[in-house]
T-cell receptor, first 115, second 111 residues
């Protein structure tokens, strides 16, 4: 399994500002994923972050709003840009386990509130 | 996007009772994953299933990959208060490498 940490664990932000969320994995992984989970809802994939290439975004999510960095095989950041109250959500980072397996492991999440 | 049909949506049971929840899909799945999410935490993987008919246990939890490859169930035996949380099924269908999620089953246990 992979052990994943995220920072910050929660934040309250003003409309129009940006927040960068950090994700650290305890082992080198090829693929990392960013999800959004709105209150009482299931998980929605924002993008897949591969080291050394541009992130792949899902329908409804764009790079200008959610820029992602993946500087190495253990770290990624997600920025939520020009925030509005609709961006209030839990943001989760995940990675696959051992290479060749399909299981995904998750960080504890970042709870974002936008006023 | 595609989602799994997960039921029941919520359950309220007495401590000691057994629990069963399931996920169904119109598509064939290659992998089924069951997660539990506690409030304020990320989902934690409980059981992973990779073959049709596979039955796997993790302590008091048992999950099965349906023979038709379109469904899976999770059973919890002799529930305890710490079983409270939201249980999600997820899986990969066909050649799709994006994990597809159920809407979750919220479990409450009355001590």
């Amino acid at each position: 399994s992979a052990v994943i940490s995220q920072k910050p664990s929660r934040d309250i932000c003003q409309r129009g500002t940006s927040l960068t969320i950090q994700c650290q994995v305890d082992s080198q992984v090829t693929m990392m994923f960013w999800y959004r989970q709105q209150p009482g809802q299931s998980l929605t994939l924002i993008a897949t972050a591969n080291q050394g290439s541009e992130a792949t975004y899902e329908s409804g999510f764009v790079i200008d709003k959610f820029p992602i960095s993946r500087p190495n095989l253990t770290f990624s950041t997600l920025t939520v840009s020009n925030m509005s109250p609709e961006d209030s959500s839990i943001y989760l980072c995940s990675s696959k386990g051992a290479e060749g397996t399909d299981t995904q492991y998750f960080g504890p999440g970042t709870r974002l509130t936008v006023l | 996007g595609q989602q799994l049909n997960q039921s029941p949506q919520s359950m309220f049971i007495q401590e000691g009772e057994d629990v069963s929840m399931n996920c169904t899909s119109s598509s064939i799945f290659n992998t089924w994953l069951w997660y539990k999410q506690d409030p304020g935490e990320g989902p934690v993987l409980l059981i992973a299933l990779y073959k049709a008919g596979e039955l796997t246990s993790n302590g008091r939890l048992t999950a099965q990959f349906g023979i038709t490859r379109k469904d899976s169930f999770l059973n919890i035996s002799a529930s305890i208060p710490s079983d409270v949380g939201i249980y999600f099924c997820a899986g990969y269908a066909g050649n799709n490498r994006k994990l597809i999620w159920g809407l979750g089953t919220s479990l409450a246990v009355n001590p």
